[in-house]
């Protein structure tokens, strides 16, 4: 199975603006999108028509959608919703960091992440994280994956089956309502936002992975191992699992997530 590269990064609201994304989809699009969807149409790619829907969308006095654009093994989408903080989510193919390399794009991410105010972010290989957050018995009984070491716990529609607890998962995500992530993944990156929820300081302190750095607007960056596609590898997970309890991001995703 071809290995999917997974990034996912929370803006302020205010960054999200006609010109900006023109230059985002310049910038940080990495691939030939042959397709594109907003809310308006879905259609194949065509910049003067994507030009105009997102002018018509900029118009309005309450400015919501999501953007998508993609071919067939690549896509970006831009989401600016009513409740939730914008966010941009990028799963790029082999075809992508073939030709730009896996560490090139992260660092075009830390530059973004930057420029615009990032509130936090990660990167993450896309199986990875499916199967982190994956609640589903019988998938992991398909997919022949162990469930040894995986607690169960009553589903939350059907009281009378079982459903994965993904606590069980040193990658399991968490979000608040605003769309917040809580998690613990091969690249971070943490804005001067996110320092209300998690003190700057505790996140520096963070030393037993592979890479943590201030940045130069005092945002952090952390790369917990050094190859994104070795998350199995016992040593990775229990970075992982460490960087949780450290920094103590699942005692303050559960208070947060409830409010």
């Known amino acids: 199975m071809e290995h999917r590269?997974?990034?996912?990064?929370?803006?302020?609201?205010?960054?999200?603006?006609?010109?900006?994304?023109?230059?985002?989809?310049?910038e940080i699009v990495l691939f030939s999108h042959n397709?594109?969807?907003?809310?308006?149409?879905?259609?194949?790619f065509n910049v003067n028509q994507l030009n105009r829907e997102l002018e018509k969308l900029f118009s309005d006095e309450y400015v919501y959608f999501q953007l998508d654009l993609q071919d067939d093994t690549s896509?970006?989408?831009?989401?600016?919703?009513?409740?939730?903080l914008p966010s941009i989510l990028c799963m790029f193919s082999k075809s992508v960091y073939e030709k730009t390399s896996i560490n090139e794009i992260a660092?075009?991410?830390?530059?973004f992440f930057q420029v615009y105010g990032g509130i936090v972010g990660y990167a993450v290989s896309c199986e990875d994280q499916n199967w982190q957050n994956q609640t589903d018995i019988e998938a992991f009984i398909k997919a022949n994956k162990?469930?040894?070491?995986?607690?169960?716990?009553?589903?939350?529609?059907?009281?009378?089956?079982?459903?994965?607890?993904?606590?069980?998962?040193?990658?399991h995500n968490h979000f608040t309502k605003e769309g917040i992530w809580f998690g613990s993944s091969w690249r971070m990156w943490f804005g001067h936002k996110y320092f209300s929820?998690?003190?700057?300081?505790?996140i520096l302190a963070f030393s037993d992975g592979y890479r943590n750095l201030e940045l130069n607007d005092g945002s952090i960056s952390i790369i917990l191992y050094e190859n994104i596609w070795e998350y199995d590898n016992p040593l990775n997970r229990e970075i992982?699992?460490?960087f949780r309890k450290i920094v103590g991001i699942d005692e303050v995703a559960h208070k947060a997530s409830k409010k």
Do not use: Y
Not at 6 to 18: A, H
């Open 5 to 26: 590269l997974f990034v996912k990064i929370v803006i302020p609201e205010e960054v999200v603006t006609l010109q900006n994304i023109k230059k985002w989809i310049d």
């Open 35 to 44: 397709q594109m969807r907003t809310k308006l149409t879905e259609r194949k």
């Open 75 to 84: 896509s970006f989408t831009l989401t600016k919703g009513v409740r939730q």
């Open 107 to 111: 660092n075009k991410f830390t530059d």
């Open 146 to 171: 162990p469930l040894e070491q995986v607690t169960f716990k009553p589903h939350f529609i059907r009281k009378d089956k079982e459903m994965i607890d993904t606590e069980s998962f040193p990658g």
């Open 197 to 202: 929820f998690i003190p700057k300081e505790k």
């Open 240 to 242: 992982q699992w460490k």
